[in-house]
Nanobody, 126 residues
Framework: QVQLIESGGGLVQAGGSLRLSCAAS????????MGWFRQAPGKEREFVAG????????RYADSVKGRFIISRDNAKNTLYLQMNSLKLEDTAVYYC???????????????????WGQGTQVTVSS
């Protein structure tokens, strides 16, 4: 079993930045591919970014490409999401997710992830 705890959400003005963190425990972190998803009010949960076990490869949703950066520190068992140039439409609950994976794998579909955090609210104001 893997426990995931997100932190770093909050209220920020449009154009600002936030960094989310996700602390993992219960499994060897470096054996897990990781991802960030988000769910805005009234919308389906959607993929934001994903990263391989080693952190050597990443993938982003088109809506955040060039503004968000996913990274991980396997020594600290922590996943990050640096969010820059935030827009009103980035307002959502952000979830960290983990999956048992082979090296080089990044998943974009929710069903592929085995473990989920409780979410952290990000609100972007004008």
């Amino acid at each position: 079993q893997v426990q995931l705890i997100e932190s770093g959400g909050g209220l920020v003005q449009a154009g600002g930045s936030l960094r989310l963190s996700c602390a993992a425990s219960g499994r060897t972190f470096s054996s897990l591919a990781m991802g960030w998803f988000r769910q805005a009010p009234g919308k389906e949960r959607e993929f934001v970014a994903g990263i391989t076990r080693s952190g050597s490869s990443t993938r982003y949703a088109d809506s955040v490409k060039g503004r968000f950066i996913i990274s991980r520190d396997n020594a600290k068992n922590t996943l990050y999401l640096q969010m820059n140039s935030l827009k009103l439409e980035d307002t959502a609950v952000y979830y960290c997710a983990a999956m048992e994976a082979y090296p080089g794998i990044i998943a974009t579909a929710q069903l592929e992830y085995d473990y989920w955090g409780q979410g952290t609210q990000v609100t972007v104001s004008s």
